[in-house]
């Protein structure tokens, strides 16, 4: 590790620290992945707080500590790397962007989500709504097959309400598209998980996860690392090491746009690798052409496949110093990661900030401090490589 990612380690720990005492939540982890003019690739993992805020373990036992391979529910950051396994699949000739959900599901025909290709899907541009508290009214077991299918038909039907702001992310969206993949193909979407991120990224099977889907073994690990969520009223426990969105909850934990779980180094190197073949490296993800298509904004919202354009959050709760090229994804559990290519760098921030309710929103608050921060100390390491090469 360089000089500099020491300092970058050394404050973003101290950051997190700051984070927690100010109770913006209990514990997070960061990577940060900062490729400087020489070309080193430095990758950096900081910690800090606890699983369960002070006082609040379940157990009524001391908090256990963050460690750098602590499990993170990453709510919407699911749809970064759900966009990319459908890009593979694309790639090899598997699905069409062109493809339209009724085609996979005739009875969806006449629905706005049926008409849409799977490029508007992915990319928030069919005209449904964000979200929808589907699961309040199903009709059937939590987990079957008739409840996917009646989330699905549900979800396709839920159009955006008029006059509402387009430029908006769409869950329902992405419960459609992940619902065609996975019928188009044959496969459900863990196996392609596996075959499509984990496996070509050289990934732990714990480094990215669906939970239902993991082996006996496996889901023993993972439950020891896995952080807490919130306390859930509608649930009547506290939530660990199952999806907080309840949508997803009740399509049995799998599904396009929530139902990830991960590590910051999981996040990071997937996020590291859309950075590389954005800027023309070689990449283990995507081929050149998948990745410009991923990060082109296009569209009557303006979105990435699966990404989201800084300007969507503003300065305000993503930072002043990220570029504006900036790209990445934030998750309503308190996750998030950008790619930034003019600064070279993937910064990723995992917490827990729902823990132990929802109604913490101090992250806001913190987010763009944390990125400023780190970016200003990457600033000053790259200007300072940079004249030494220069010298040199």
């Known amino acids: 590790m360089s000089g500099w990612a020491a300092l970058i380690r050394r404050e973003a720990e101290r950051l997190l620290r700051a984070g927690v005492a100010s109770r913006a939540f209990p514990g997070g982890v960061a990577f940060i992945s900062c490729r400087w003019p ?19 373990h379940p157990a009524r036992g001391t908090a256990l500590a963050v460690r750098e391979d602590t499990i993170y529910d990453l709510a919407e950051l699911t749809k970064s790397v759900f966009a990319a396994i459908c890009l593979r699949l694309v790639e090899r000739g598997r699905i069409s962007l062109e493809l339209r959900a009724e085609q996979i599901f005739p009875d969806l025909k006449g629905t706005v989500g049926g008409a849409a290709t799977l490029e508007a899907l992915l990319r928030h541009d069919a005209g449904l709504a964000p979200w929808g508290g589907l699961y309040l009214d199903l009709p059937h077991e939590k987990g ?9 038909s549900e979800a396709a039907r839920r159009s955006m309400e008029r006059g509402h702001n387009r430029k908006v992310q769409s869950d329902l969206g992405y419960i ?13 979407l863990a196996a392609h998980l596996r ?4 496996d070509p990224l050289g990934l732990d099977p714990l480094d990215l996860c669906y939970p239902p889907a993991l082996s006996i073994e ?24 199952e999806v907080h969105d309840e949508n997803c909850h009740v399509m049995g934990g799998i599904s396009g746009h929530a139902g990830l779980f991960g590590t910051a180094r999981g996040v990071g190197r997937f996020a590291r ?16 052409a998948s990745t410009d298509q991923m990060v082109a904004l296009k569209g009557r919202g303006g979105f990435g496949i699966g990404l989201s354009a800084k300007h969507h959050w503003g300065g305000e709760l993503i930072g002043k110093r990220l570029s504006d090229e900036s790209l990445g994804q934030v998750g309503v559990t308190g996750t998030s ?56």
């Open 38 to 56: 020489d070309g080193q690739l430095d990758e950096i993992t900081a910690v800090g707080g606890t699983l369960f805020p002070e006082g609040e």
């Open 337 to 392: 990661f950008w790619c930034d290519p003019v600064h070279d760098v993937v910064i990723v921030l995992l917490t827990n900030r729902v823990c132990p309710s929802r109604a913490n929103r101090k992250i806001d608050g913190f987010r763009p401090v944390f990125h400023d921060a780190i970016l200003s100390i990457i600033q000053q390491g790259r200007a300072a490589k940079g004249s030494s090469s220069q010298e040199s």
């Open 195 to 198: 075959k499509e991120i984990v």
């Open 144 to 152: 079957s097959t008739s409840a996917r299918r009646w989330i699905l």
């Open 218 to 241: 496996r889901l023993g690990a993972f439950h020891k690392r896995v952080a807490p969520t919130e306390r859930d009223e509608w649930r009547g426990r506290w939530l660990r090491g």
């Open 176 to 188: 459609v598209a992940s619902e065609v993949i996975v019928r188009s193909t044959g496969m459900d």
């Open 273 to 288: 690798a859309l950075l590389d073949g954005w800027m023309g490296r070689p990449s283990q993800l995507l081929s050149k």
